[in-house]
């Protein structure tokens, strides 16, 4: 008895060979294997900037589009030790430093949630006789002037705060933040 039943449900058309999927394009889409950001209209997108699109059906039938399984620049960087922006901070105030690293890594999910190419590639910590510095690399050169400037904007009214940039003949960008602690006589207007 129970068999028949199941019997009767697997009759049932599945929505997997239902029909309307002839008009598939035969296109083959680049997607990483790592992050799974999908190469499609010249840009590398995240796999949920797709989904706003349902309104548009090509966008809504790229399930059925072959995938080709390549590395994002942005992974590759990551996997490659490579990367367009670096910036060091130097000469952290102990009391902020905790802070700091948390204001980064939010800057770095922002930045990766509104492309998910342009992201923090490395955070590193650099602690020498108390002298606190930490290392950020990024994806992406302009990032790096970005990161500087929020920082600056945001510690500035703590401590003094400089930037300086210097930019490699590749197109690096290299920022430098200085934290200094704050002194009557040098302080600038
Ligand atoms: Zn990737």
Not at 11 to 27: E, L, N
Not at 95 to 121: D, V
Request: net charge positive; glycine share 6%.
């Amino acid at each position: 008895m129970s068999k028949k039943l199941r019997a009767a449900h697997i009759k049932q058309p599945s929505q997997r060979t239902a029909s309307g999927t002839s008009a598939v394009p035969k296109g083959t889409l680049l997607r990483c294997s790592d992050c799974q950001a999908v190469h499609e209209k010249k840009a590398w997108r995240a796999p949920n900037e797709l989904s706003h699109a349902k309104k548009d059906p090509w966008v809504a039938r790229t399930k059925e589009v072959r995938w080709k399984y390549v590395l994002c620049p942005a992974c590759k960087d990551a996997k490659e030790g490579t990367y367009s922006g670096m910036v060091v901070i130097r000469r952290i105030p102990g009391k902020i430093l905790n802070g700091l690293l948390s204001f980064i890594r939010k800057f770095g999910a922002r930045s990766r949630s509104r492309h998910i190419e342009r992201r923090l590639l490395s955070v590193q910590k650099n602690g020498k006789n108390g002298a606190n510095e930490v290392v950020v690399t990024t994806t992406e050169n302009q990032m790096a002037g970005r990161l500087a400037e929020k920082i600056r904007d945001t510690y500035k009214h703590q401590t003094r705060v400089t930037i300086s940039f210097s930019r490699e003949p590749h197109k690096r960008e290299h920022a430098t933040v200085l934290f200094d602690e704050p002194q009557e006589d040098t302080r600038t207007a």
